[in-house]
């Protein structure tokens, strides 16, 4: 896990290709409340990533260490939450 690309880009990006697999499954499989919910669940758990990746990015930015990985991370984490009120809500 010491990669910086797995742990700031790959693994922040599931979160938009889960909020984009939800949207491609049957209705049938989950059933339409449930997949909601599930959306739901998944654009708040995102939003709490992006939070914590902001508080890192401010934690090092005032030690005056470089941050931008962890905006990255931040942006990538906030995408399901534009998905969900946007093109896919």
């Known amino acids: 896990m010491d990669n ?3 742990k700031h880009v790959a693994l922040p ?3 938009p290709a889960a909020l984009i697999g939800l949207y491609f499954t049957p209705v049938l ?3 339409c409340v449930n997949r909601g919910l599930l959306a739901v669940a998944v654009a708040l758990v995102s939003a ?3 939070f914590v990746a902001i508080g ?3 934690r090092l ?3 005056g260490k470089p941050s931008g990985l962890w ?3 931040a942006v990538i ?3 399901p939450l534009a998905l969900l009120v946007g093109p896919l809500g």
């Open 4 to 6: 910086p690309f797995v």
């Open 13 to 15: 990006a599931l979160a």
């Open 29 to 31: 499989l989950f059933g």
């Open 48 to 50: 709490i990533g992006a």
């Open 56 to 58: 890192m990015a401010f």
């Open 61 to 63: 930015r005032a030690r």
């Open 71 to 73: 905006i990255v991370s």
């Open 77 to 79: 984490l906030t995408s």
